[in-house]
């Protein structure tokens, strides 16, 4: 298994571009999230979702949209993107209230610069 | 709305000797609290688990502890060595709907050897 994997691994934005932040696990999970690393900070809930077809806001998802059309991929939208957006954007998912672990694995991240 | 504090922000401990990082959670609902372990340029991993149901659970050199009535959750690393050198994250979520996750902003171990 490749477990969570992201791409890109970095990218460069103009303010006002758009781009998306591809997610796929390979684990079958029913549940994945999206979160932000700012510098010297925790990881911040941008947006979840506990299966196909189905997403909810997490505590910052201003600026960002989600879709879920299948249980492997998650993918990520800035539409307009802000310096704020600058940070380290993670993927996770994990199986979900009736798996046998509640652990969320992570993918290796996403360096997004907005200048 | 929630908040999980954690200290402290940075860590230095001797090869060999004991680490603890200590958390607190505002949310009484919160029953899940996993600890990860983030090495540069990597995403957290998961090192170990408690659920609200358990005050102690050990996995070889790390140990957790959880005081339910104060809010206080803790980990402990007992003969630490340089590759336990690394950002460690805790964190507390309500094992219901998303499963929404809130994290300490982390804490630096160095550990020299």
């Known amino acids: 298994n490749a477990g969570v994997t992201q791409t890109p691994k970095f990218r460069i934005l103009k303010i006002g571009q758009s781009m998306t932040l591809q997610c796929t696990q390979d684990m079958n999970h029913n549940y994945m999230y999206w979160y932000r690393q700012d510098p010297g900070m925790g990881l911040k809930l941008i947006y979840y979702s506990v299966g196909a077809g189905i997403t909810d806001k997490g505590e910052v998802p201003n600026g960002y949209n989600v879709s879920r059309s299948t249980t492997e991929d998650f993918p990520l939208r800035l539409e307009l993107a802000a310096p704020s957006q600058t940070s380290v954007y993670f993927c996770?998912?994990?199986?979900?209230?009736?798996?046998?672990?509640?652990?969320?694995?992570f993918g290796p991240g996403t360096r997004l610069t907005v200048l | 709305g929630e908040n999980v504090e954690q200290h402290p922000s940075t860590l230095s401990v001797q090869e060999g000797d004991s680490a603890v990082i200590k958390c607190t959670y505002s949310?009484?609902?919160?029953?899940?609290f996993p600890w990860y372990k983030q090495e540069l340029g990597k995403g957290p991993q998961l090192i170990i688990d408690i659920r609200s149901n358990v005050g102690e659970k050990k996995d070889q050199r790390i140990a957790v502890t959880l005081n339910k009535t104060a809010k206080h959750f803790s980990l402990h690393i007992t003969e630490t060595q340089p590759e336990d050198s690394a950002v460690y994250f805790c964190a507390a979520s309500e094992r219901t709907g998303g499963f929404k996750t809130i994290f300490g902003a982390g804490t630096r171990l160095f550990v020299k050897a």
């Open positions: 949310d009484s609902a919160s029953n899940y």
């Open positions: 996770a998912s994990s199986y979900g209230l009736a798996g046998p672990t509640d652990t969320q694995y």
